[in-house]
């Protein structure tokens, strides 16, 4: 599958750095299994050119949406970002275009805005990061809002909370592609077992 993660200036890095090495590490896996990797993981911006990241980090896209193939699986990153590309027509247009072939919609934290917007996510069950559900709600077309999940579905879309969500939700969807022995063999191989050094009070 093409599996194409949007980057755009402003975009939160673990929100796609994240999914990414679950994406890529699901390659891996099947690598040491003597199996062909299933997946081409790429990075997409507007203009194909790098997009400096909420951050500060640079990254460089491997396509733009002029030379983006078509799409089985689109993830969209958060970040203050999507604010502005929430109301930036090519963004809106490349988004809706893509996914209306995708077998997977998916995002992180408030990726979700974009969904919604470009309207893939419009009157569906989303999710976003906790503090970004004021704003999730005056977004014209939103539908349910999902609190206190780290990923939510609703037939073919997937979207996660904050950050951090969009590893578990990667999994997730691993497993769900590939069978949860996949999925477990990948979260090993990244070792993803958090013990966060701190009880967040809510």
Avoid at 101 to 113: K, L, R
Avoid at 180 to 202: C, D, R, T
Wanted: proline letters at 5%; aromatic letters at 8%.
């Amino acid at each position: 599958m093409n599996i194409g993660i949007v980057v755009f200036d402003g975009a939160e890095e673990l929100d796609f750095v994240g999914p990414w090495e679950v994406l890529t590490s699901s390659n891996e896996v099947f690598a040491w299994r003597k199996t062909p990797a299933p997946d081409e993981v790429f990075l997409v911006s507007e203009d194909g050119q790098t997009a400096r990241c909420a951050k500060g980090m640079r990254v460089a896209a491997d396509h733009s949406f002029a030379s983006c193939p078509d799409l089985d699986i689109i993830l969209i990153p958060g970040g203050q970002g999507t604010r502005r590309e929430m109301k930036n027509p090519a963004m809106l247009d490349f988004v809706a275009r893509q996914s209306a072939n995708c077998t997977w919609v998916t995002s992180v934290c408030t990726g979700s805005f974009v969904l919604v917007a470009a309207g893939p996510a419009r009157g569906k069950r989303v999710t976003t990061h906790w503090a970004a559900f004021p704003e999730l709600a005056a977004i014209d077309g939103i539908g349910e809002m999902v609190k206190g999940e780290r990923y939510v579905r609703d037939g073919n879309l997937v979207t996660s909370a904050g950050v951090s969500a969009g590893i578990d939700m990667a999994l997730w969807l691993t497993g769900e592609r590939f069978g949860a022995a996949h999925g477990a063999l990948v979260q090993k191989a990244i070792q993803y077992e958090p013990e966060p050094p701190f009880a967040v009070v809510w």
